[in-house]
């Protein structure tokens, strides 16, 4: 059981990490990339999730 518990723990903490936002964020922006996969432009949602959370994850960190 202690295999087991450990197994999870290092996925949730290499996963997750420090902040679940991001996690969080990376989930839906694979997501809504997956649902618009039929047109032409979803490649873009990537590179705009990755500026917009980074600067969000930059802005969170920085504040006092």
Known sequence: MRVIKGFFSFWYDFIVGDDWTVAVAVIAALLV???LAHLAGAW???PLAVLVFVGVS???ASRP
């Open 33 to 35: 990339t997956s649902l």
């Open 44 to 46: 873009v949602v990537l």
């Open 58 to 60: 930059l802005w969170k």
